[in-house]
């Protein structure tokens, strides 16, 4: 057994650099790489021109070493995160334990030291007994190096496709409690693990600890694609209408499916040597070309290189990549072959299982030791080839922001947490936080709606959600809110009258009251005076007077109207108005059907969910009265009125108003104005606007949605259109979406996990920033957002039995439970 520190080949680390025993120094930084299934065809090649920028300002003898970790993790539930909030915590429960692919990647950028001997499988650290330094670092060496990393950094930051963070001494070498990059790739140790040493074999295969290793490399030209770019098509998301992209090395990255670890080198050496010894090359097979074929056929390819590095000045490097896999279970690493030639083949290449070689390319895989890989393993391409292979894409990252939703990554489902409101306004993606939301019957559309008002809901928002078809009355009961709803033994009711202790009459008060009077009164195409206009003005004034002489009066309409009868009439006939300036007859008269006694009595003197201000969830269900000619106006009159109210006096406080189907009903009954009025002023409120809907052809037909709602809405969320593909040509063209985001579209749900049940949504952050997430929820979530109606009554039912919502849904999730297991 050989001791470790006999054969090391880090000398120290210091000056945030990692300094080699042969006097090689590396800067190491952690890279923030685009999240997968984000970029479009136009970004994979500005992302790979960008790389070859930025390689190419290194200096000679340099090595570009991009490490990319892969790392399967479970999902731990944080209840104390969660809150007090019981879908929230079923929520929690049900990704425990969540397995997803973790990635971190580091760029190490290594200046080996001048004259020093180049390894190779022969000459290699690791088959070394003592290693000394070759010379010292040189300090103009040094400083002329970091300059070149310092150009890098800034191209790379520039391009807005990655981000930089250089790394210290402590993330190098470690601390006491935490392994530091060096350690951790040595022993294979989790980000954030502590310290832990384990047993390192490197005959008869490749382990530390009892974790099994194996090594796939590209590094011989027959393995290697014969054509290569900066993205492929991926079949899974792709259309016959739409080609969806992914990095042409993503393969060997997040959608390889076990640990590993995806090393990427490019060694930049003395180009002109370089091509003197490929000349000399050239002569030699043209002199044995005569005995084979095959020697004129290597002459020619050498011609071809030469040619195309002089013609179109390219970089000639050396280059190889190789996936270190690693695994706990036998069984499992037997399986990692299959998966990786799979990931290969899909580029088009041959995975080589590396045997004798495998400690060598390990040992030169240590951060900081790419100045001893082994050359006689690595291939002559062009820089512009050899970035094809470099995986360019990361996993799904939780937002900053402490507001938003849960969703899922694609891939896996793990929960991420997304903020389509305010950090999107923060970063400048949007200007407003409105919302359009797109999508047909059956595509999850209600599912994710209930979703993110509930998880609004739970973060202190106010929310007003109009309806039709009852998708919210679980979630409404649930949270406790007010129901609005007609039926006939038990018909919608308001009380516009009613103000809650501590308010006061204001001057909006009377006005959404005097404009109820007035819409009440006069036909739509009838004109009010202006007499009237202050009669009615006059009248509330005198009547709240009369309310706070007289406590045991209750306003509502009633008791409005007897004061009308009695007290107002004796008024107006001692001032002597005359009947030409406010006919009080007339007005009674048209307004006796809603006084106690008359045809809709009910409807404006509730005694029950009066404080619509204060209240946080309230829903209007208009299925029922959509068509009625006096229910619906008035309602819609009153909600209106009510979110406006919410909107000017909850200062501080986040305000939504959800209108689904129904916004077409209202927009026939003269809301337009309020419509367009709320798209474009609710932002300066802390509100937003969304509206929903199913069909597009209530887009194009609707100048309401075309003009106002949509071009105020800077989110747009896109459920299901697979059944719009062939016609998509005209949504993307309405909605402004570019091919990327067509793409996108397109590909949802086209590769679920069958053994999961969730629906994909599409969301746009203005055009600027576009993803498509999986809507997976909690049994209990599902029992509460269904809308399917055998599964809503029998929630319902349960419900009435045990007492509450919450109550009835636990206990039928958890009969569902037992009975699947």
Known sequence: MVRASSMFPIFKVERDCIVSMQGDFSVVYKATLPEI?????????????????????????SVFHKM??????????????????????????FFNERESLAHSCYFILTKQAEGRKLGSSV???????SIVPAQLTDEKLYLDFLDSCGQLERILKDSGFVALSRLGDDELAGTANHAGLIERFTFLLGEGEPSLLRDIRVRD???VGEKELEIYRLSEMEDLPAMCGSRINYDRYSTDRSKFSIGFASPLGQLLDCNHIYHQYVFIGDDRERIKRLEAKKLRLQSLSAYSRENAVSRDAVNDFLNEAVVHQRLPVRAHFNVLCWSDEGREIRDVKNKVSAAMAQMDAVAKLETEGAAQLWFAGMPGNAGDFPMNDTFDTFIEQATCFFNLESSYRDSVSPFGIRLGDRLTGRPVHVDISDEPMRLGFVTNRNKFILGPSGSGKSFFT??????????????????????????????????????????IRFNPFFIVAGEVLDTEKKESIKTLLLALWKKDDERFRRSEYVALSNALNLYYQYLGENSDIFPCFNSFYEWLLSDYTQILEKGKVKDKDFDVSSFLYVLQPYYRGGEFDYLLNATENLDLLHQPFIVFELDNIKDHPILFPVVTLILMEMFISKMRKLK????????????????????????????????????????????????????????????????KILLDQSKYQNKFDAIQELLGLTDKERALILSMNRANDPKRRYKEVFISL???HSKVYRTEVSLEEYLCYTTEEIEKLKVQE???????MQKGIQMLAREMKNVKS
Request: hydrophobic letters at 35%; aromatic letters at 14%; proline letters at 2%.
């Open 68 to 93: 990319d970790w892969f790392v399967r993790e479970s999902y731990q539930s944080d209840y104390d995160r969660a809150g007090e909030g019981f879908l929230s915590r079923s929520s929690e429960t």
């Open 123 to 129: 000459y290699s650290n690791v088959l070394r007994k």
């Open 450 to 491: 209930n979703h993110m008002v509930r998880s609004y809901f739970e973060q202190g928002a106010h929310v007003v959600l109009v309806d039709v078809g009852h998708s919210y009355r679980g979630l409404c009961e649930l949270v406790d809110g007010y129901y609005f709803t007609y039926a006939e033994n038990d018909p």
């Open 798 to 804: 349960y419900a009435a039995r045990y007492g509450s």
């Open 652 to 715: 501080g406080i986040r305000k939504v108003l959800l209108i689904e189907e129904c916004w077409k009903a209202i927009a026939k009954e003269g809301m337009a104005e309020y419509i367009k009025y709320l798209f474009k002023t609710v932002r300066k409120y802390f509100g937003e606007a969304i509206v929903v809907t199913q069909d597009i052809e209530d887009i194009i037909s609707s100048p309401i949605v075309k003009q106002a709602i949509i071009n105020n809405a800077d989110c």
């Open 766 to 768: 203005g055009g600027q």
């Open 205 to 207: 295969g490749l382990k």
């Open 37 to 61: 299934f984000t970029l479009s065809d136009g970004d994979y090649e500005a992302y790979h021109q960008v790389l070859v920028k930025a390689i190419k300002v290194l200096p000679k003898h």
